[in-house]
């Protein structure tokens, strides 16, 4: 029991993981010059700068990418500081997208997405399709690994032990957003951990309750990858590393704060456990962006005052 339970957790999460990086790496090969064209000539509108960061990293699927671009283009001067504070915004709405995609009940089709995905990718000539096949078959898999993960996970409703430490992450709030930003630090990547949080409740391990707190971990877990790749960069780069951390915690504390009402709000907008949790996610991400959104300037201004990074 405890080696199939082991097996599958890792397995599974092994494919999601990889069904990511294949499907990311995809719809970058496709897209991604083109993406970095359209962040390098940004306004200063704010709001077009989260519609940009929102539309590139729901293509590219990958709101680290999007952050490290913009840390990039901050440090060779082709971006300031408020143009990329905006499209950070925006990267948190995008990177939403995969767990509502996951959150369609597809997994019985699993199989025949990964096959048409393999023979467009295998049988195509053309550039285009063979990506838009791995595209398909990196989706296909990462279905896979949730499915494996969802089954293996039911097993563990008869622990008492694991019962109550999910227990503890309702009572508890504070300890469900350590436990998401521990696992997004470890996996490096938001999009798994909410894949976790789903398979847990879809399970029947957790309920909305302690999902919410696993997901404001999350968020602020995944502004791990943007701070590793401001090291050795100057230091209008590492205020927008800075930005995105705070940004994720205010708008954390505050959910924290308002917890009933926002659970609430998600419970009206969904009956199903794995729909919740997918716009829990996505709720949170929107109401944070454009909470920051009118202050984008003021904020970047703040940035622009620590010190102890210059």
Not at 86 to 98: D, K, L, P, R, W
Not at 180 to 203: E, F, K, P, R, Y
Not at 286 to 292: E, G, R, Y
């Amino acid at each position: 029991m405890i080696k199939d339970i082991i097996f599958g957790t890792v397995g599974g999460l092994g494919l999601f993981l990889y069904g990511i990086h294949i499907m990311s790496d995809a719809l970058q090969k496709v897209a991604g010059d083109k993406m970095r064209k359209i962040l390098g000539i940004i306004t200063n509108k704010a709001f077009f700068g989260l519609l940009a960061g929102a539309g590139i990293t729901s293509i590219i699927q990958s709101s680290s990418a999007t952050t490290v671009m913009v840390i990039g283009f901050v440090n060779a001067g082709l971006m300031t500081l408020k143009q990329a504070v905006g499209v950070i915004f925006g990267a948190n709405i995008g990177t939403t997208i995969t767990a509502q995609l996951i959150a369609f009940k597809i997994t019985h089709y699993v199989l025949p997405i990964i096959g048409i995905g393999f023979a467009l990718h295998f049988f195509s000539k053309k550039r285009m399709p063979k990506q838009v096949g791995m595209v398909i078959f990196g989706f296909g898999l990462l279905l896979l690994g949730l499915s494996i993960m969802t089954d293996t996970v039911r097993f563990l409703r008869s622990s008492q032990a694991v019962e109550d430490i999910f227990v503890n992450f309702s009572r508890t709030p504070i300890l469900g957003v350590l436990a998401g930003m521990i696992v997004t630090v470890i996996v490096q990547s938001s999009s798994a951990t909410v894949g976790i949080t789903m398979a847990l409740g879809m399970g029947g391990l957790i309920d909305i309750n302690a999902a919410i707190p696993l997901l404001l971990g999350d968020n602020i877990g995944t502004c791990v990858t943007g701070m590793l790749a401001s090291i050795g960069t100057n230091v209008g780069a590492r205020r927008a590393a800075v930005a995105h951390v705070l940004f994720n915690i205010t708008g954390t504390a505050i959910v924290l704060l308002l917890l009933p009402a926002y659970k609430a709000l998600v419970m009206y907008t969904a009956n199903d456990i794995g729909r919740q949790i997918a716009n829990a996610h996505t709720l949170f991400n929107v109401i944070n962006a454009f909470l920051f959104l009118p202050f984008t300037g003021a904020y970047a201004r703040l940035m622009g005052k620590i010190k102890h990074l210059g």
